[in-house]
């Protein structure tokens, strides 16, 4: 068999293929991020097609299913409890979560919120279930006027700190958030805090930056990440990842401003030489469109990362792998701000690729990074989750 030296896995953030059999226990009886949105906008997505994304069991009702896909393909379902970000990466490179992380609906117990007062010299506004984009808007003026930063969570375990940079400047608000993440531990152990920075236009308007960051709890125990590491490979991380697994396991992390701007960045590490993982996370898909409930938006930054696939697989090497694959739901149509409990796709190519095989329907996100390791280390090392499908995948070597 061919050797893998490299693997590359984009995670298009959010992209469900359709609800769990357990997705009434989350609330998400029904929910299909990639169908509902191929209902309202039908997709020209020629390239993800090709690879067989229509032809995973589920995805669309298979709309878009295609003859002869040149890709391996397949949907995995999660065995972790939880439908979030860390949840489902941690899944897929070989951590499963027995229990989800905690949630605050009524807001964060307020001696919580006064040891914050304390370690970080300031009050704050919120300190309740919101969306970001609408509590931004609501309390926005106050926070400009008083200095306060905004503190709110959602379904997700978060602790979120929004400020406009003008008045808490970006270095600031991420001290502010170490001092969260050192304080949520124990029984307020939420899974991430996240700065989320805006700036108000001339035009009044409150806006979002790229320079969000995220502040993640520690992977328990080691992941595909560790153990690549620790044998010596590079772990190039692009966007938000060295921020899911704390750093751990990342030799190298390039920040991201957009989808597109982390589609080139991979193609930039794709050109480098070097054995190891690529992992990229694409987060617009769930943080400017799913999170919002714009469909429509949805749909166009899915046919934009389409137009680019072509880019990475041209820069591929012969001896490299892609994954693409999604971590969670956000179903646009479905009720509320939130991820939503679905299947998961994963697309695989590359020369050394079998055409056209279908893998099915695996238990774990966690056969993606089984897979991934097993191909760069020859077999020798494994995760605690998953099954790998290297032989299923991969065509034998007849040299």
């Given at each position: 068999?061919k050797r893998i ?5 984009v995670?298009?953030?959010s992209?469900?293929?359709g609800a ?8 998400d ?5 990639l ?13 993800l097609?090709?690879l ?11 709309r878009?299913?295609?003859d002869?896909p040149?890709?391996a393909?397949g949907r995995f379902?999660?065995?972790?409890a ?10 897929i ?17 307020q001696e919580l919120?006064?040891?914050f007062?304390?370690?970080s010299?300031?009050?704050y506004?919120?300190?309740e279930?919101a969306?970001g984009t ?8 106050e926070?400009?006027r008083?200095g306060?930063?905004?503190i ?6 978060v ?8 008045v808490i400047?970006?270095e600031e608000l991420?001290?502010?958030?170490q001092?969260?993440?050192k ?16 700036i108000l ?14 502040y ?7 992941t595909?990440?560790?153990i690549?590491k620790?044998d010596g490979q590079?772990?190039?991380s692009i ?13 190298v992390?390039v920040?991201?401003?957009?989808n597109?701007d ?8 794709l050109?480098?030489d070097f054995?190891?993982?690529?992992f990229?996370n694409?987060v617009d ?10 469909p429509?938006?949805?749909a166009?930054?899915i046919e934009?990362f ?9 820069a591929?090497?012969?001896d490299?792998?892609?994954?693409l694959?999604?971590?969670h739901?956000n ?7 939130n991820?939503?409990r679905e299947y ?6 590359g020369?050394?690729v079998k ?5 099915g ?8 990074g ?6 760069l280390t020859?077999g ?5 989750v998953?099954?790998?499908?290297r032989?299923e995948?991969l065509?034998?070597d007849?040299?």
């Amino acid at each position: 068999m061919k050797r893998i030296n490299r693997a590359c896995i984009v995670v298009l953030d959010s992209l469900g293929v359709g609800a769990l059999p357990d997705a009434a226990d989350y609330e998400d009886a029904g929910a299909d991020t990639l169908g509902h949105i191929q209902d309202l906008f039908p997709l020209s997505i020629p390239n993800l097609q090709r690879l067989g994304l229509g032809n995973v069991e589920g995805a669309a009702g298979g709309r878009l299913r295609t003859d002869s896909p040149v890709g391996a393909y397949g949907r995995f379902g999660e065995s972790s409890a939880g439908k979030d970000t860390i949840t489902g990466h941690w899944e897929i490179a070989g951590i499963e979560t027995d229990v989800p992380f905690l949630t605050f609906s009524e807001g964060f117990p307020q001696e919580l919120m006064d040891a914050f007062v304390r370690e970080s010299g300031y009050d704050y506004l919120g300190n309740e279930f919101a969306s970001g984009t609408e509590i931004i808007q609501r309390l926005g003026e106050e926070h400009e006027r008083t200095g306060k930063p905004i503190i709110y969570t959602s379904a997700d375990s978060v602790f979120q700190i929004a400020a406009n940079t003008a008045v808490i400047p970006l270095e600031e608000l991420y001290r502010l958030c170490q001092i969260a993440r050192k304080l949520c531990v124990g029984p307020y152990a939420v899974g991430r805090v996240i700065a989320r920075p805006y700036i108000l236009t001339e035009q009044g308007e409150r806006i979002r930056t790229s320079d969000r960051r995220d502040y993640a709890l520690k992977p328990p125990k080691k992941t595909l990440l560790d153990i690549l590491k620790e044998d010596g490979q590079t772990v190039y991380s692009i966007g938000k990842i060295s921020d899911i697994f704390n750093g751990s396991g990342v030799t190298v992390s390039v920040h991201t401003d957009n989808n597109d701007d982390g589609v080139t960045k991979t193609i930039e590490a794709l050109k480098k030489d070097f054995g190891g993982l690529i992992f990229t996370n694409l987060v617009d898909f769930d943080s400017k469109f799913g999170h919002r409930r714009d469909p429509e938006g949805y749909a166009k930054a899915i046919e934009d990362f389409d137009r680019r696939l072509p880019e990475i697989l041209e820069a591929m090497k012969e001896d490299d792998l892609l994954i693409l694959c999604s971590d969670h739901g956000n179903d646009p149509v479905h009720h509320g701000f939130n991820h939503t409990r679905e299947y998961i796709f994963g697309l695989f190519a590359g020369s050394q690729v079998k055409p056209g095989k279908d893998l099915g329907t695996g238990s774990s996100f966690g056969d993606i990074g089984q897979t991934v390791l097993d191909c760069l280390t020859d077999g020798k090392k494994e995760t605690s989750v998953g099954k790998s499908r290297r032989r299923e995948i991969l065509q034998e070597d007849e040299s």
